[in-house]
């Protein structure tokens, strides 16, 4: 499935995605997380041994998912104030292209608000270009440009070898990452994909879709013309009580990035070895079982361990998708992970979101935010 903006006139080619730079209270202790539970790879490190006076990041790899933690040094840093205002949060969703200041000059042209100019970085292993611009909130999105760089990461940055290297859980690429944005501002973050970005939109939900007694929200997916990049944008929509966006909203206090979702070529092996490592998973209540092939039909897993693990299934009419959300992975109830399995499904699980949100409200309910 192509867009209409077709790859030949496409202002913006992205090849996929370079990088999910986080800002975190404690990089290090991140890392460590990253590494037990979700079994991402060291890769490299960059800090005061390398240099830097501010800040330090650590790279971890796991198939093509790079994750960059970073901490702040000074409590004047941007980073510290990131944190403060966020918690631990995304602040770039990087971007891999093949030339980082045409993708400046197409998206700021079009309106998008620059955040870095075009710069070349350099070391031995050769040169790197990167520019980046605002989405919602205070994320940012970079172009990085590699073509002319072998090195691991990024110049700047050493080769990372801790001892301590557990095994990987088998996650290969971010499906999609989703940004929940403020009241009222979904349409206005589609549209700056759309006119900024030459994304173009594959699928609406509204709060009639997406509902349960208490809360609603609103959700439209913009895509690039390749499909490698799919952003979903939320906003909240009123119900009875707060919805989950909302939750987010006030303690993100603002938009931001929701969920990445990652895939796997086995969702049951990487959600069991994922349980065993500590991620802590939401459950739907075990009648969803009951009646999961009479809404999804023949499926090729067996029901009990998808039941024993809380594996979600959904049907569109490409075929199904196997998935899974994972608590929020700090102590604000903000950022969390999506494990999906498409076996020819292209969508995002609608199906599942009603015994979803049903879940999450117990949780809220738990929080005192619902
Ligand atoms: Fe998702």
């Known amino acids: 499935m192509e867009n209409q903006n077709t790859r030949q006139n496409d202002f913006l080619p992205i090849n996929g995605t370079d990088f999910v730079e986080f800002y975190v ?11 037990t539970a979700f079994g991402f790879q060291p890769l490299a490190y960059a800090g005061l041994e390398t240099g830097l006076k501010d800040r330090t990041s650590y790279v971890l790899r796991q198939g093509k998912i790079i994750f960059v933690l970073t901490t702040a040094l000074e409590p004047d840093s941007p980073i510290a104030e990131h944190c403060k205002l966020h918690g631990d949060g995304v602040k770039v969703v990087a971007l891999w292209v093949d030339d980082a200041r045409k993708s ?14 075009p710069a070349v970085m350099q070391d031995k292993d050769g040169e790197v270009v990167i520019s980046g611009i605002h989405t919602y909130g205070e994320t ?5 440009e590699r073509k002319n760089y072998k090195g691991l990461f990024l110049p700047g940055f050493v080769k990372w070898e801790p001892l301590y290297k557990p095994e990987p859980v088998g996650l290969l690429y971010v499906d999609h990452m989703v940004g929940n944005t403020d009241w009222g501002e979904m349409d206005k973050w589609c549209d700056f994909y759309r006119e900024v970005m ?8 509204d709060d009639t879709d997406i509902s349960t007694e208490y809360t609603a929200l609103m959700s439209k997916v913009m895509a690039n013309s390749n499909l ?12 009875k009580k707060k919805s989950q966006i909302e939750e987010f909203i006030d303690f ?25 490592r500590g991620v802590e998973f939401l459950r739907v209540p075990d009648a969803y079982y009951d009646t999961l092939l009479n809404r999804v039909g023949k499926i090729d897993e067996t029901i009990a361990p998808l039941k024993d693990l809380g594996i979600l299934v959904d049907r569109d009419e490409d075929g199904y998708l196997l998935q899974i959300f994972s608590r929020p992975v700090e102590d604000r109830p903000t950022v969390f992970y999506e494990i999906i399995q498409r076996k020819g499904a292209k969508s995002f699980g609608k199906g599942n979101f009603k015994a979803l949100f049903e879940s999450i409200e117990i949780e809220q309910g738990k929080r005192g935010t619902l």
């Open 25 to 35: 209270g404690n990089a290090k202790q991140a890392a460590h997380y990253y590494q």
């Open 104 to 117: 400046f000059e197409e998206t700021t042209k079009r309106g998008g608000k620059a955040y870095m100019e």
């Open 140 to 144: 940012v999105h970079l172009f990085v």
């Open 198 to 205: 030459g994304f173009d939109q594959l699928i609406s939900f």
């Open 228 to 239: 490698y990049i799919k952003f979903p944008i939320n906003e909240p929509a009123h119900g």
């Open 252 to 276: 993100y206090h603002g938009s931001g990035v929701q969920h990445v979702a990652m895939a796997t070529n086995d969702i049951l092996k990487t959600v069991t070895a994922l349980r065993d």
